[in-house]
């Protein structure tokens, strides 16, 4: 079974610039999530979507972040404008509906300078 | 508000001997409770789950126990091994309607074993 794929693994950006992340998840796993994790915290849940709909995105700074999952499929996280604290490792996660057991992505490393 | 709490942030063992990384949490509505391994570079990966209505649970090496008058959990491992050096994660569940679960990751504890 092949896992959760994501892209880019690392990105530079200056401050006020854009970035985008990429997700794939596991065939067939209706539930996927988007993670924060910075430097010494725990992962932070940003946004979770059953299919294409979103279940919750209470912690997602919406001023700045978006995300979407065209399809039910793939997903992208979306950050404009950037701020010195986004800096962050980004792991989208996936699991089947009920299954407490996520499987994450190897995450994207996010440095804004 | 940190519900999940992993106060040690690192711990050393010797190989063959037992390591214990301990957990609270303060949410009494949380029902089930995880550990994730987490490698350097890599996604965390899912370890050991317990559910509330449980006082423990066994998988190999790796021993779960919660203690829900104490709001307590904690992991075993024995023996420990190289390879089990990670940061590791507890993290605790609970519903919020509609099926879905909220998972919330304590902030992780740092297992070195040294051989």
Redesign the interface.
């Known amino acids: 079974e092949a896992g959760v794929a994501q892209s880019p693994r690392y990105k530079i950006i200056e401050k006020r610039q854009s970035v985008a992340f990429w997700c794939n998840p596991i065939s067939g796993h209706a539930t996927l999530y988007w993670y924060q994790q910075i430097l010494g915290q725990g992962p932070k849940l940003l946004i979770q979507f059953q299919n294409n709909g979103v279940v919750d995105d209470s912690q997602l700074p919406k001023d700045r972040f978006s995300a979407e999952r065209l399809k039910g499929v793939d997903s992208t996280l979306k950050i404009q404008p950037a701020k010195l604290e986004d800096s962050a490792v980004y792991l989208c996660a996936s699991s089947p509906r009920g299954n407490y057991g996520y499987t994450f992505g190897s995450g994207t490393r996010l440095t804004v300078v | 508000d940190q519900q999940?709490k992993?106060n040690s942030?690192s711990l050393s063992v010797q190989e063959g001997r037992i390591s214990i990384l301990n957990c609270d949490y303060t949410n009494s509505m949380f029902d089930?409770f995880?550990w994730?391994k987490k490698y350097p570079?890599?996604?965390?990966?899912?370890l050991i789950?317990i559910s509330s209505i449980k006082d423990k649970n066994e998988d190999g090496r790796f021993t779960v126990f919660l203690n829900k008058s104490a709001k307590h959990l904690s992991l075993h491992i024995v023996p420990s091994q190289p390879g089990d050096s990670a940061v590791y994660?507890c993290?605790a569940?609970a519903g919020?309607g509609?099926?879905?679960?909220?998972?919330?990751?304590?902030?992780?504890t740092k297992l070195q074993v040294i051989p």
Do not use: D, M, N
Request: positive net charge; charged residues 10%.
């Open positions: 999940v992993q942030p089930y995880l994730y570079a890599e996604g965390p990966t899912f789950s994660f993290a569940s919020r509609g099926g879905y679960q909220k998972v919330t990751f304590g902030t992780g």
